[in-house]
């Protein structure tokens, strides 16, 4: 049995107006990530741990930030972009795992959606796919609601 595990992470700031998608859902809330894609850090550290387990190269080689192409890129097409390649070089998501650390949007309300979501571009049960959300107690840098934080823990099978 071939497993490999792959860590991912992303860190947006929050600016007022913007939408703010996380895990490929619409939240709402006043203020949204900021980002060259629509800034969803969930989807972005997930990608990054498939790609990592996998052994091929991050979302910032793959879609570069300095690439037109991407700019304001839904980041659920590139997660399945993701999905793709991580297949292609012979390998099946057994499951992944997230933290999403901000103080607001709260996650909570909204993480049944962001799992079925995730699980549906993923091919997926729900069940494996699980997302956390994480107050930051109105410590450090991230304190305010000032950004979105997420780690990304994925498990694949190779073949």
């Given at each position: 049995m071939n497993l490999r595990i792959g860590t991912g992470f992303d860190l947006h700031r929050l600016e007022e107006g913007r939408p703010c998608i996380l895990g490929g859902v619409e939240l709402p809330h006043p203020k949204g990530p900021v980002g060259h894609s629509d800034g969803d850090a969930l989807l972005h550290a997930i990608s990054d741990a498939l790609l990592g387990a996998a052994g091929l190269d991050d979302i910032g080689t793959l879609f570069p930030d300095t690439d037109d192409e991407h700019a304001g890129a839904d980041?659920?097409?590139?997660?399945?972009?993701?999905?793709?390649?991580?297949?292609?070089?012979?390998?099946?998501?057994?499951?992944?795992?997230?933290?999403?650390?901000?103080?607001?949007?709260?996650?909570?309300p909204h993480?049944?959606?962001?799992?079925?979501?995730?699980?549906?571009?993923?091919?997926?049960?729900?069940?494996?796919?699980?997302?956390?959300?994480?107050?930051?107690?109105?410590?450090?840098?991230?304190?305010?609601?000032?950004?979105?934080?997420?780690?990304?823990?994925?498990?694949?099978?190779?073949?």
């Open positions: 980041s659920a097409a590139l997660l399945a972009e993701v999905v793709a390649r991580v297949r292609a070089a012979g390998f099946r998501i057994v499951n992944v795992d997230a933290v999403v650390a901000t103080e607001g949007p709260r996650i909570a993480r049944g959606a962001i799992r079925a979501r995730i699980a549906g571009i993923l091919e997926l049960d729900t069940g494996a796919v699980n997302v956390k959300g994480k107050s930051l107690e109105g410590l450090g840098a991230l304190a305010g609601g000032t950004a979105v934080a997420v780690q990304a823990v994925a498990l694949l099978r190779g073949a």
